[in-house]
């Protein structure tokens, strides 16, 4: 299957504007004595790796396909004292969801000093009053433990919900930042509602958190859930194998997550030297 191509523009991260506040994370450089290691808007990650086609690309004047940098900026856009947070999870269950909820909380109470935090229930529901469901209050007292158990603390539930109602919601809440941890329905729902507040003009940053243990996520060396996955699938293999050898002829076949992709079943396949043949959709 051949790389799709890439467009330089869809590289590009949208902003909301001028960043006027200095970013908490300032404070650990007071206490360490040495500066913090902040990122710059000019550092990026070239995702080209065919030095030909960089040639080029350099050669013609083309602007070389690259992405920003993660990690925490010097100034950012909003107050953390009076900016709202929200997480909503939605579609299927993911191995790590928990994880990722305790961690976004953590990060948003400990270090950026965010004390309002609603965790969305049951999907984007959650966001319509009809449905009865009330947000959770999300502190590093309520998800201390989360990791511990599966599922998603939030619960989940699929189905496109209207973003205009959504974008209300996180109005009157005055929240300005919503993680929507999902899959690919769910992304183009946090597309959505980045559109219609785009539309109003309305200062909300929506933030897709991908989900998929299929791990088929360009750019991204491993998604969450994907290691969880195939050591389970190691499991089924290593049971599959032992029937198989208390038979005569006896065949074993596993069939795993993947539905474009085939890493689970290639990953578990070298986990076990067992394995005769793999079959992946590529």
């Given at each position: 299957?051949?790389?799709?191509?890439?467009?330089?523009?869809?590289?590009?991260?949208?902003?909301?504007?001028?960043?006027n506040?200095?970013?908490?994370?300032?404070?650990?450089?007071?206490?360490?004595g040495?500066?913090?290691?902040?990122?710059?808007?000019?550092?990026?990650?070239?995702?080209?790796?065919?030095?030909?086609?960089?040639?080029?690309?350099?050669?013609?004047g083309?602007?070389?396909?690259?992405?920003?940098?993660?990690?925490?900026?010097?100034?950012?856009?909003?107050?953390?004292?009076?900016?709202?947070?929200?997480?909503?999870?939605?579609?299927?269950?993911?191995?790590?969801?928990?994880?990722?909820?305790?961690?976004?909380?953590?990060?948003?109470?400990?270090?950026?000093?965010?004390?309002?935090?609603?965790?969305?229930?049951?999907?984007?529901?959650?966001?319509?009053?009809?449905?009865?469901?009330?947000?959770?209050?999300?502190?590093?007292?309520?998800?201390?433990?989360?990791?511990?158990?599966?599922?998603?603390?939030?619960?989940?539930?699929?189905?496109?919900?209207?973003?205009?109602?959504?974008?209300d919601?996180?109005?009157?809440?005055?929240?300005?930042?919503?993680?929507?941890?999902?899959?690919?329905?769910?992304?183009?729902?946090?597309?959505?509602?980045?559109?219609?507040?785009?539309?109003?003009?309305a200062?909300?940053?929506?933030?897709?958190?991908?989900?998929?243990?299929d791990?088929?996520?360009?750019?991204?060396?491993?998604?969450?859930?994907?290691?969880?996955?195939?050591?389970?699938?190691?499991?089924?293999?290593?049971?599959?194998?032992?029937?198989?050898?208390?038979?005569?002829?006896?065949?074993?076949?596993?069939?795993?997550?993947?539905?474009?992709?085939?890493?689970?079943?290639?990953?578990?396949?070298?986990?076990?030297?067992?394995?005769?043949?793999?079959?992946?959709?590529?």
């Amino acid at each position: 299957m051949s790389a799709p191509e890439i467009d330089v523009s869809d590289l590009q991260v949208e902003t909301l504007g001028p960043c006027n506040f200095d970013s908490p994370l300032h404070r650990f450089s007071r206490r360490q004595g040495s500066p913090y290691r902040f990122i710059t808007e000019r550092e990026r990650v070239i995702v080209e790796d065919n030095i030909n086609h960089l040639r080029s690309l350099v050669e013609s004047g083309q602007e070389i396909p690259s992405v920003e940098v993660a990690g925490p900026r010097s100034r950012i856009f909003f107050d953390p004292e009076i900016t709202g947070v929200a997480i909503v999870t939605c579609g299927g269950l993911c191995p790590g969801l928990n994880n990722v909820i305790r961690a976004l909380v953590f990060e948003a109470h400990y270090r950026y000093g965010v004390r309002r935090i609603y965790g969305i229930q049951y999907g984007c529901r959650g966001f319509i009053p009809e449905y009865g469901y009330e947000p959770m209050d999300l502190n590093p007292e309520t998800v201390a433990n989360i990791h511990h158990f599966g599922g998603t603390i939030l619960s989940s539930s699929r189905g496109r919900q209207d973003e205009g109602r959504i974008v209300d919601w996180l109005q009157n809440k005055k929240v300005g930042m919503l993680f929507v941890l999902g899959g690919d329905g769910s992304q183009r729902a946090a597309q959505a509602i980045h559109d219609e507040a785009k539309r109003r003009g309305a200062k909300i940053s929506v933030i897709g958190i991908p989900k998929t243990i299929d791990n088929d996520m360009q750019f991204l060396d491993k998604s969450f859930g994907f290691e969880t996955a195939f050591s389970r699938a190691v499991e089924a293999i290593t049971g599959a194998h032992a029937e198989a050898k208390g038979s005569p002829n006896g065949v074993g076949l596993v069939k795993v997550m993947g539905r474009h992709s085939g890493f689970i079943a290639c990953h578990s396949a070298l986990s076990r030297s067992d394995v005769n043949f793999v079959l992946i959709p590529e």
